[in-house]
């Protein structure tokens, strides 16, 4: 089932609220293309798509919290390193393998729940941090 993007989820950083509805958005249609056996090119192209905006999306959040001190900023940076960890994995057992339901597992498990507890554990430290 997908996960619906709602004002739980922000941070109250209209950027970083944005980006991370457009990465769970996303995560969303990775998981929709993979059970609904979408064409290996559809597939490619939203992993294509999330490869450039992870780090993107990472590197931006990252830069804030160093820039404004923030106590979280370390965590936060290893936090990313272990997403992109299972990120990686979960997208050399797709080109190992291809779409499988073990998969779709993975990513609601190993990415858009990691993603939802980062935002609600650590992200929310931010704003904090940049109001003196």
Known sequence: MPLAWDDSLKIGIPEIDHQHKLMIDQMNLLVDALKDNKAQEEIQKIIHFLDGYVEQHFGFEEKCMHRYKCPIATTNDQAHRQFITSYNE??????????????VLQINQNLLDWFINHIRKIDTQLKPCMVP
Do not use: C, R, Y
């Open 90 to 103: 979960i997208k050399a057992e797709f080109k190992a393998h291809g779409p499988s339901f073990m998969l």
